[in-house]
Each structure stands twice: as C-alpha cells, then as structure tokens.
C-alpha cells in the first residue's frame, strides 16, 4: 500500500473518496465499473484527494452514460483553465453494460449511484450502483441484527 493510501480498493487502486452513506440509505444490488471523461484539471484535482460523491448520481441519457452533482474541487494552480466543479461527466460504459443498465433502472424504486472514485493503473474510475432505497424498519433491523453478532461474538470470545 502507497504511503499516500487513502484505504486500498483493491490490487493496484488508489481510492480517492467513497459514498459510505449509500451503504447505509441503499440495497446494492448490482455494481458496475466506468472510467470518466475527465478536464486536466480535475485529474489533478482526483489526484489530490479532492471529490465528494454524497450527493451524485448517474443517469443515462441518449444511449450515453453521465454522472451528475458530482462535486470535484477546482484545482488550486489551474487559473483560468480550471474546470465547473460539478459539472456533468461522460462514463464510459460498454453498450451491452449501458443496455443492461437501462433495462435494470427503468424498474420501479431503481436508482444510479456512485459508490467509489479511484485510481486504477493511472485512469480514474468510478464504481456505480443499481440500488433501491432502504425503508426505516429495514435500517433498524440491519443493526439489530449487526449489534446481535456482535454481543454473540463477544460472548463466544469470553467463553474460552
């Protein structure tokens, strides 16, 4: 792991920020991954650490796949060169992986998020997500059940 790690996201990544929030709001059920058409600038920016997916999601418009509200910061020495921090960025999906897409959110309560932004082999990517959203009760049991392992884990430890 790379001194500079921010955490690894597998062989030969460099996570550079990740929407832990949509595992909490969100059942993943499905993840595909793209790369991202992307200015000088935000390279650089990414390259830094600079980009918050909170509040992003994907869509698919004409047959092509766009990520949006995906905030990359200016990059500080890009003077006029620098690019809109959130604007619309191309992914680049294969069409069989866009057709598959569309069928998938076009189900009613399906949605396009992006879950992780990294670096792989020097080229930024961008994990997005088929998701449907979590109703209260499904997030209180998630805990129950994750506080319930928990206190069994621990008895089974004190035990020996």
Do not use: C, W
Not at 5 to 31: F, V
Not at 89 to 111: F, N, P, Q, S
């Amino acid at each position: 792991m790379a001194k500079n790690d921010k955490g690894s996201a597998g062989a030969g990544t460099h996570l550079i920020a990740q929407n832990r929030r949509a595992r909490y709001d969100y059942e993943i059920l499905d993840t595909y991954e793209a790369g991202l058409a992307l200015l000088g600038t935000e390279v650089k920016s990414l390259r830094l650490g600079k980009a918050n997916l909170s509040d992003g999601y994907a869509r698919i418009d004409n047959g092509e796949a766009f990520l949006h509200s995906v905030r990359i910061e200016p990059y500080g020495s890009g003077n006029r060169f620098n690019h809109d921090p959130e604007r619309s960025r191309k992914m680049l999906l294969k069409r069989a992986e866009i057709d598959r897409i569309i069928g998938r959110t076009e189900e009613k309560g399906l949605t396009l998020i992006p879950l992780r932004l990294y670096f792989k082999g020097g080229l930024a990517k961008v994990e997005i997500g088929i998701v449907r959203g979590k109703r209260q009760y499904d997030r209180r049991r998630e805990i129950a059940k994750r506080d319930a392992d928990r206190a069994i884990d621990r008895a089974l430890a004190n035990q020996d």
